[in-house]
């Protein structure tokens, strides 16, 4: 069965780095998301997109987040300068109707 | 906006015990709803959903109702089994195109 992987599964950086984070989506789906999840707390929602272009974000997703589809199947989120609160898993998900399938995630430890 | 409140945890059963984790939601249209399993140190996995009014989910001897007229989507399972230790969450897709969580809800089930 096709499944949404994520890469790396954990990395640890420096506060104040660029890091980024990838996700291949399922083949055929169209609309991309990105969802964090703090520690012990909830999923919140951060960005979605779709046609090549970024549909809704959050109040989360401010300058330092970018989001990107450079080829035909990767999807990337990128952090242009860590702070120590953005450490939390980060979840890829793609949509096919009205079911979104999430990849394993990210753990993003910033020191 | 949109909200889900699912029942506070953690929750403790005995293995072969009956299971209620009681979720309602505020949404304007008509969301799809799901439940989600986070198992420790994984990803979030797609358990059961309904997208219309009285549509029963199921996956797993899990089951859950989606009741307009209370707003809910409670997840039951008539005998757990130690391996359903996991972080459950209910959310649900609006029309809007993402998804609303809840907090989760930890399920330990003893031997």
């Known amino acids: 069965e096709p499944e949404v992987t994520q890469t790396p599964s954990h990395q640890v950086t420096q506060m104040g780095q660029e890091v980024i984070l990838r996700c291949v989506p399922i083949?055929?789906?169209?609309?991309f998301y990105w969802y964090r999840q703090i520690l012990g707390q909830k999923v919140e929602f951060l960005v979605s997109?779709?046609?090549?272009?970024?549909?809704?974000k959050s109040e989360i997703f401010d300058d330092q987040f970018s989001v990107e589809r450079p080829d035909g199947s990767n999807f990337t989120l990128k952090i242009r300068s860590t702070k120590l609160e953005d450490s939390a898993m980060y979840f890829c998900?793609?949509?096919?109707?009205?079911?979104?399938?999430f990849g394993p995630g990210t753990r993003l430890l910033v020191l | 906006g949109n909200s889900v409140t699912q029942m506070e945890g953690p929750v403790t059963l005995s293995e072969e015990a009956f299971l209620t984790i009681n979720c309602t939601y505020t949404?304007?249209?008509?969301?799809?709803l799901f439940w989600y399993v986070q198992y420790p140190g994984e990803g979030l996995q797609l358990l059961l959903k309904?997208?219309?009014?009285?549509d029963k989910g199921s996956n797993k001897g899990f089951e859950a109702t989606y009741r307009k007229e209370t707003t809910s989507f409670h997840l039951e399972k008539g005998s757990v089994q130690v391996s359903d230790s996991a972080v459950y969450f209910c959310?649900?897709?609006?029309?809007?195109?993402?998804?609303?969580f809840g907090d989760g809800t930890t399920l330990t089930v003893k031997p």
């Open positions: 998900a793609s949509r096919v109707g009205e079911t979104q399938y």
């Open positions: 083949s055929n789906h169209l609309y």
């Open positions: 997109f779709y046609n090549n272009e970024i549909s809704e």
């Open positions: 949404a304007t249209g008509y969301p799809s």
């Open positions: 309904a997208t219309k009014a009285d």
């Open positions: 959310a649900l897709f609006s029309n809007a195109g993402k998804s609303t």
